[in-house]
Nanobody
Framework: QVQLVESGGGLVEAGGPMRLSCAAS????????MGWFRQAPGKEREFVAS????????SYTDSVKGRFIISRDNAKNTVYLQMNSLKPEDTAVYYC????????????WGQGTQVTVSS
């Protein structure tokens, strides 16, 4: 099993930046996907971004393209989500998760970190 721990959430003003981190307890294969998801109050959890440990495949949901950047530090087993130009609608609990490339479902999840963007 892989344990994932998110950090870096908090309160930020609209337009500001924030960086989230997701530390994995161990490295998985380079083809594994590390993903960021978010869930706002009263809404379903949605995909935000993903990256493989190799860095060869990166994806974003349309609403964050050009504002968020996902990256990884293989030496630290850590994935980051740099969020810029934050909007109040980005307010949510952010989760990181991981899955092998052969499976469509994310198998391991972190506990989540709250991001609140004030207007």
């Amino acid at each position: 099993q892989v344990q994932l721990v998110e950090s870096g959430g908090g309160l930020v003003e609209a337009g500001g930046p924030m960086r989230l981190s997701c530390a994995a307890s161990k490295r998985t294969e380079s083809s594994y996907f590390m993903g960021w998801f978010r869930q706002a109050p009263g809404k379903e959890r949605e995909f935000v971004a993903s990256i493989t440990w190799s860095g060869s495949i990166i994806s974003y949901t349309d609403s964050v393209k050009g504002r968020f950047i996902i990256s990884r530090d293989n030496a630290k087993n850590t994935v980051y989500l740099q969020m810029n130009s934050l909007k109040p609608e980005d307010t949510a609990v952010y989760y990181c998760a991981t899955r092998p490339s052969s499976r469509p479902q994310y198998a391991y999840w972190g506990q989540g970190t709250q991001v609140t963007v004030s207007s």
